[in-house]
């Protein structure tokens, strides 16, 4: 918790990945996180220019507490004019595209969903609870199925922001297309890679929003 706040006070204008279960808050609860997402935004808007949260996404068994964290820092913190709290949905679930629907009837058309797209890296424990997609190929179907969704309803609603977080091509070059078609969404969007993965996409000639995991 404390590396947080460092990050939160050394940084500008950055990304800080919140994974909850590695600030040992496993066995809180909720009230208890919710708190520290008070916290964390307090202590960000003291800034001159704050930063952004990506509320990463865990295993089945966390996961519930997650999303309803995730839903109470957009709920509570995000405005059309900024996004200070992104939820993750991993692709690679059978029930995230119900998650999904729920999110746009709730979010998209007050401006305030922020959302990262992930194909998801829990799949070893996740697989034993039924969860997991057949394969990897509905696995890719579903990811870019949703993405184009969610680029689709920024003519409509274009205060939205996405995070495409991918080290697929196909689904970071459908990001690029619909940016060089629609440059005034160009700020909606961004592209998520690890650090060591995927230099190719992150350090391509397409000068959009990159971001670099750091461990």
């Known amino acids: 918790i404390d590396e947080i706040y460092k990050q939160i006070n050394v940084l500008e204008s950055s990304f800080i990945a919140l994974k909850f279960s590695s600030l040992g808050i496993n ?71 119900n998650i999904f629907y729920e999110d746009i009837e709730k979010y998209i058309e007050n401006n305030k969903y922020a959302l990262k797209l992930v194909r998801g890296a829990y799949i070893s424990s996740d697989k034993k609870h039924n969860i997991i997609l057949s394969s990897k190929e509905d696995t890719d179907t579903q990811y870019n199925y949703i993405l184009n969704i969610f680029l689709s309803l920024l ?17 970071y070059n459908m990001g690029i297309s619909f940016i060089k078609e629609n440059t005034e969404y160009k ?26 995991y750091v461990p």
């Open 27 to 97: 066995n809180e609860s909720l009230i208890f996180c919710q708190k520290l997402i008070d916290n964390f935004y307090k202590e960000n808007s003291k800034k001159k220019n704050p930063n952004k949260f990506l509320i990463d996404a865990e295993n089945y068994i966390i996961q519930p507490k997650i999303y309803d964290l995730s839903d109470y820092a957009i709920d509570n913190y995000n405005t059309p004019e900024n996004k200070y709290f992104y939820k993750t949905l991993q692709m690679y679930r059978n029930d995230v595209s």
């Open 155 to 171: 003519h409509e609603y274009p205060k939205n922001d996405i995070v495409i977080a991918t080290h697929n091509n196909l689904s």
């Open 187 to 212: 700020n909606n969007i961004y592209f998520a890679t690890l650090l060591g993965m995927a230099d190719n996409i992150c350090f391509d000639d397409n000068n959009y929003n990159k971001l670099k």
